[in-house]
């Protein structure tokens, strides 16, 4: 039985060119795409275009990118890209948020990522010196019990025996790493 020829369905969906402040913002295409394509499922394009939402939108948006903002984060954010309250944001000043919002969620992500290495996979932790003796063996490193106790005290914030998640993001920021 010789083979069907398919007929083509019609043209790709176009995709909207990459904003230039998404660049800038370094966002990556992938980024840029999931804040355009929540900012659009609350546009009206025959009412205000493409690139415009109601301001009262505002916590939809950021719900359809995944985040939980509070009403006290959703009005400071309104206050910044709407100012003088007219009810309006575009897709310009929602993307600049958007994109720091982004990289706060990445750099969580990292901070909880290296924090379960520590731990051994346990994301509530503590950090302990057992934690610590099975890092520097791991990394082949020769560190004395001496030296883990004094980095353990130096990076909790009681001056314990323990690191929390905050304080190992506190040294983590403390290096520059954050």
Same mark, same amino acid.
């Given at each position: 039985?010789? #083979?069907?020829?398919?007929?083509?369905?019609?043209?790709?969906?176009?995709?909207?060119?990459?904003?230039?402040?998404?660049?800038? /913002?370094?966002?990556?295409?992938?980024?840029?795409?999931?804040?355009?394509?929540?900012?659009?499922?609350?546009?009206?394009?025959?009412? /205000?275009?493409?690139?415009?939402?109601? @301001?009262?939108?505002?916590?939809?948006?950021?719900?359809?990118?995944?985040?939980? /903002?509070? @009403?006290?984060?959703?009005?400071?954010?309104?206050?910044? +890209?709407?100012?003088?309250?007219?009810?309006? +944001?575009?897709?310009?000043?929602?993307?600049?948020?958007?994109?720091?919002?982004?990289?706060?969620?990445?750099?969580?992500?990292?901070?909880?990522?290296?924090?379960?290495?520590?731990?051994?996979?346990?994301?509530?932790?503590?950090?302990? /010196?057992?934690?610590?003796?099975?890092?520097?063996?791991?990394?082949?490193?020769?560190?004395?019990?001496?030296? #883990?106790?004094?980095? #353990?005290?130096?990076? @909790?914030? @009681?001056?314990?025996?323990?690191?929390?998640?905050?304080?190992?993001?506190?040294?983590?920021?403390?290096?520059?790493?954050?």
């Amino acid at each position: 039985m010789p #083979l069907k020829k398919r007929t083509p369905a019609g043209p790709p969906p176009k995709k909207k060119p990459r904003v230039k402040l998404a660049q800038n /913002l370094t966002l990556s295409s992938e980024e840029e795409q999931e804040v355009r394509n929540a900012f659009q499922y609350f546009t009206d394009p025959e009412e /205000l275009g493409d690139d415009i939402i109601l @301001s009262k939108n505002l916590r939809k948006v950021f719900t359809a990118l995944g985040f939980n /903002l509070s @009403s006290g984060e959703v009005r400071d954010i309104q206050k910044t +890209i709407d100012p003088d309250d007219e009810g309006f +944001i575009t897709y310009e000043l929602f993307l600049e948020v958007a994109a720091m919002k982004i990289k706060d969620r990445d750099k969580k992500e990292e901070v909880d990522k290296a924090f379960s290495l520590f731990t051994g996979g346990d994301d509530e932790g503590p950090i302990t /010196l057992q934690d610590l003796r099975r890092v520097a063996k791991t990394l082949n490193e020769g560190v004395s019990d001496d030296v #883990l106790r004094d980095m #353990l005290r130096e990076a @909790s914030s @009681s001056g314990g025996m323990d690191v929390n998640k905050r304080d190992f993001e506190d040294v983590m920021k403390r290096a520059g790493i954050l």
